[in-house]
């Protein structure tokens, strides 16, 4: 590179990367190829439109790419073109959630959601977000024994409420997510079904953890966390007489965005067609017993586990415990100076702040990707242990 600056950050970032143990629950390492395909000269092209319906010319080529990006993902979740259509411009899973409500929610009007502190995402109209600014959040959480999604609970607040729209799929919930409870829901309220699945989109891909799509009216997804690809996201949409797809591309574009991002789109395209393989779903399956050696063996060493352990890729671990322990911050603190990386995290109904919380997030997509078992995750867990207590 001439630019020596860069150079040096983008070599200091790389080092560093392998240094750690990297935990981050939404992260992940992509393949050389999804590499390429980001850093090619398809970021030189404009296109702003849909294939064969674009406001510029020569777009034959990146028509293709954004054909090819649908195929893939509509085949790697075995979905019929005649009843799904997957729209692959979204810049990043927040636009695509915001684009989802924009085109099919009323201004003002409700968006049932996961409350924040309990595992819920920023745009699922929490009030910091713009999507809880333009339209009015109606919150859930999880039962409070149990920390798990209590679904008679959640039909109790959709029929009190009637939301336009309900949020399923989380950021920190580490069970299975029953997407029928949530359809009876939506039809026993006439709402409209929305999965999320930016986490566990991966795991869905590999086939170790249920399809949301037989439930879902519209499903959003980032492609950049289990699903091992770039930054960037997919909105799916059931296509019937509702034209609920047509609306979301004309949020899309011209609604939200310009030009779409060939080389992002090309890069989703390459880590589909990873993702629909023998490896992959070896991998995925591999995610998911990483996670339950790593919770296993932190809670045998006196650590409670939120939700009492994980079906997923992900857990939370509560430091804190009412006082015995410590802050999430100066746990994640301490971790990092030892090398391994995680985020703070509040758990369910917590008596600390956002900032500085009860809890840890803990994840294995990162680290599976870089070919770790469980062995490694219960040394692993017996590393975090010792730091924690030191
Ligand atoms: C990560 C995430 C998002 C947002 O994705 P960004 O690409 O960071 O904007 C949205 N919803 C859920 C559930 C997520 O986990």
Known sequence: MLDKQIEKLIAAEKKRQKKVINLIASENYVSKDVLEALGSILTDKYGEGYPGRRYYRGTTVVDEVELLAQKRALELFTLDADTWSVNVQPLSGSPANFAVYAALVPQGERIMGMT???GGHLTHGQSVSMTGKFWKQVPYGVAKDTERLDYEEIKKIALAEKPNII???FTAYAHIVDFKAFRKIADATGALLMVDMSHFAGL???RAYPSPFPYADIVTTTTHKTLRGPRSAMIFSRKDERKLHNKIDKTILPGLQGGPH???IAAVAVALKEANTPEFRKYAAQIIKNAR????ELARLGWRIVEGGTETHLLRVDVWQNGKGIGGREAAD???????IVNE???PNDAR???DPSGLRLGTPAETTRGKTEKDFVKIAQRIDKILRA
């Open 345 to 347: 995290n509040t758990i």
């Open 293 to 296: 050696a790593l919770s296993d």
């Open 334 to 340: 301490k971790l990092e100076e030892a090398g391994i």
């Open 204 to 206: 869905v891909a590999g």
């Open 167 to 169: 949020v399923a799929g």
């Open 262 to 264: 060939f080389n992002a």
């Open 116 to 118: 924040l502190s309990h």
């Open 353 to 355: 702040s956002p900032i």
